[in-house]
């Protein structure tokens, strides 16, 4: 388990798919996601039988100190070689917890994570060009913009930009203080 100030973040359970599904599927968070058709139960079950056994992707519950679960945060592409991890699934699932420095706290907790633990040399992630505050949430740890791939992905009714983000061990040990500083 992964703790920090106000939140931790675990494992995600079974019994935690209904909650995920009801989240993903939310207007207000479905338009920053790639799916393209509403999530099912059923799917995610079937997906999370095959996470179990995939030893490149990690998946947590954020939930408060109390206990509540309250969104998600997920690593894939774990390439051991290469040292490099995509960062994504990143959501807190309701409104009345957005914007309360939560999501901060669970940046700062993977960025331990992926760079002290896993012992990663680069963490990187794509997002629609879209979504402005999360690119500057990110930009606000150190993430730089690599790139933007233009009219990349048909979403939300139009071809979405698509931009590139990413951020390398020395830059995040040359933050690391300011970064931890969040969660201890
Ligand atoms: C992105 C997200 C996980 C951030 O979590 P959060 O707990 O709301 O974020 P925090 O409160 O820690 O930090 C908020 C910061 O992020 C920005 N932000 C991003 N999305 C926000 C939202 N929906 N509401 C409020 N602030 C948001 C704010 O500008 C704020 O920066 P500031 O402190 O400089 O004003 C959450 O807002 C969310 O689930 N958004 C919808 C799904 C999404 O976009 N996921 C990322 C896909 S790549």
Redesign the pocket.
Known sequence: MLVGKRIRLRAVEEKDLPKIVEWRNKP??YQ??YEYEPLSNAQQKIWFEKFLKNESEKYFIIETTAGKAI?TVGLTHIDWRNRKCEW?R???GEKK?????????AVALILKYVFEHLNMHKLY?D?FAS?Q??I??YK?FGFEIEGTLRKHVFKNGDYQDVVMMGMLKEEYIKNRKSILKRIV
Request: charged share 20%; glycine share 20%; hydrophobic share 30%.
């Open positions: 207000e968070i920053y996601f969104g994504g990143f959501l807190i917890h957005q914007g309360k420095g939560y999501g901060k706290e992630c997002l979504n505050k999360v500057s949430l606000s």
